[in-house]
């Protein structure tokens, strides 16, 4: 894990932590985001973690870090958003996506996302993909 900070108008990162690409790492995931994000109400945090569950997840079940890789989850914060990117090793050529198609049994991950989160996207990050959430759920966060 690494903690350190920035200035006041920029998002001030609060930790990292890399874990093997293996599903229990979203349930570790999930637990280090609990810990390190400011106090919030309990709702938000609940839906804070339900993204970071579904973002590990796809990075577990659909790039490299789910073959013997690592999956990186990075919290960062400014006064009213809290950030939670999520970083894999690649190997897919397809950029995430929102499944829309009701009858599918699975990819619904991202649909949860979208719906919980202010704002998410990706992009490429050295060898792998970086997917990002955003969440207006920041509150009592102390000024640097």
Do not use: Y
């Not at 890789?69 to 970083?87: K, N």
């Amino acid at each position: 894990m690494t903690h350190c900070e920035s200035g006041p108008e920029e998002m001030r990162l609060l930790g990292t932590i890399t874990m093997p690409g293996v599903a229990r790492s979203a349930q570790a995931a999930r637990a280090f985001v609990r810990g390190i994000a400011p106090p919030m109400d309990i709702a938000a945090m609940d839906d804070i973690v339900l993204c970071v569950d579904e973002l590990v997840a796809n990075a577990v079940e659909h790039t490299a870090s789910g073959t013997g890789g690592q999956v990186t989850v990075v919290v960062s914060a400014r006064e009213d958003v809290l950030r939670v990117t999520v970083l894999d090793q690649g190997g897919t050529q397809e950029q995430p996506c929102v499944r829309t198609e009701s009858c599918s049994e699975d990819g619904r991950g991202l649909l949860l996302v979208d719906a919980l989160s202010k704002s998410w996207g990706s992009h490429p990050a050295l060898k792998g993909t970086a997917v990002w959430a955003e969440f207006h759920a920041v509150t009592g966060f102390p000024a640097v």
